[in-house]
């Protein structure tokens, strides 16, 4: 059984922890979280509303209409509350981080088996051609369908695709979860790294 990605009462503080940093409006601090799960948890609005009804019950929050949206924001005594539980927000932070490992782990182990269920199927199909083979009379050899393989290519290089782009979220969701800088000198330099792995497939497909 998959545990959950935070334990009782955590998520809570979180919440406080998010609009400390800013107000936001309920679809925005769902945002918020799935951003920091690097897209591989995302709470639904039955978990996020009722939460926030309860903080505003308690006066940590408030909440003031913005046109067709209401807007939540920290009351002081929500602010007190984070101090006084900085210790318990430190435990929150570094179980947010151990759910993002965990739920990239799953995101790549899902990839891993999908890949191994093509490979097998792929192995089945070549398997059943031989064996189709065997039992009819020789004829001239022909060339291989080169659009099926070429079929069955694209998808394995989809879910290796896939994978590397769930690795690398989870990475950089991870590093700054739990505290680690991304600057923009950082993110130039990334940018130059996937431009210049674009341009190699490029030439793998273009000699």
């Known amino acids: 059984m998959t545990p959950p990605v935070f334990s009782h009462g955590s998520l809570r503080l979180y919440l406080l922890k998010l609009l400390d940093e800013a107000p936001r409006h309920g679809y925005e601090l769902i945002q918020a979280l799935s951003e920091r799960f690097g897209g591989t948890y ?107 393989s070429s079929r069955l290519a694209l998808q394995e290089a989809e879910l290796a695709l896939n994978a590397f782009r769930h690795d690398t979220r989870a990475s950089l969701r991870t590093h700054i979860a739990s505290g680690g800088s991304f600057t923009s000198a950082q993110l130039a330099d990334l940018r130059a790294e996937l431009e210049r792995s674009t341009e190699a497939v490029r030439r793998l497909l273009n000699p």
């Open 42 to 148: 995302s709470p639904s609005a039955g978990t996020i509303y009722p939460r926030l009804a309860k903080l505003e019950e308690e006066g940590l929050v408030t909440k003031a209409s913005d046109g067709r949206k209401t807007v939540y924001r920290i009351t002081d005594a929500g602010r007190a509350e984070l101090r006084a539980r900085g210790e318990e927000l430190g435990r929150v932070e570094s179980e947010v981080t151990d759910s993002v490992r965990r739920l990239a782990h799953e995101v790549r182990s899902d990839v891993t088996a999908a890949m191994r269920s093509l490979k097998a199927d792929l192995a089945s199909a070549a398997r059943d051609a031989r064996q189709s083979a065997s039992r009819v009379p020789p004829v001239a050899p022909t060339q291989p369908d080169d659009r099926t």
